[in-house]
């Protein structure tokens, strides 16, 4: 009997282990695009040249990184992810920066979504999405 719980709670903690859900992948990516975002802008103030973010088709881009700069990669991890709208981010080189937002949805899913945003202060943060 003692086997078999074990079994049973080891099944079940593998099953919950696996489990990738689909608020998970975007919650992923919106990370991984805070992230991404105060790469960038730490690269701009080193360089001194302002860099923009901007949603593309197959997921974003930085403009205006030097290219002796580290290329920042430009597709999202899950090809469901997707911002929304065209709004395009200035991240730097100057200190303080307007506050800025970016809304990321996961395409045809009914899941919530997220949005990444600064106060132009503090780091881009991931916060639910209105």
């Known amino acids: 009997m003692v ?3 074990i079994i049973g709670l080891g099944t079940a903690l593998a099953t919950l282990a696996l489990r990738d ?6 919650a992923r990516d919106a990370e991984r695009l805070a992230a991404l ?3 960038a802008r730490a690269q701009s103030r080193a360089t001194g040249v302002p860099v923009h973010w901007r949603p593309t088709a197959a997921g974003f881009a930085f ?16 090809t469901r992810t997707a911002a929304v709208g065209n ?11 307007g ?15 997220l949005r990444v945003a600064t106060d132009g202060l ?8 209105q």
Not at 21 to 26: F, I
Not at 68 to 74: F, I, K, M
Not at 87 to 97: D, K, N, Q, R, W
């Open 3 to 5: 086997v078999v719980a």
């Open 122 to 129: 503090r780091p881009f943060v991931v916060e639910p999405g």
């Open 63 to 78: 403009d205006g990184l030097p290219a002796s700069a580290a290329a920042l990669p430009g597709n999202w991890l899950d």
């Open 37 to 39: 975002l105060e790469s």
């Open 87 to 97: 709004a395009t981010l200035t991240l730097g080189p100057e200190p303080v920066i």
């Open 99 to 113: 506050a800025q937002a970016v809304l990321l949805q996961r395409a045809g899913a009914d899941t919530p979504p």
């Open 21 to 26: 859900t689909e608020g998970a992948a975007l």
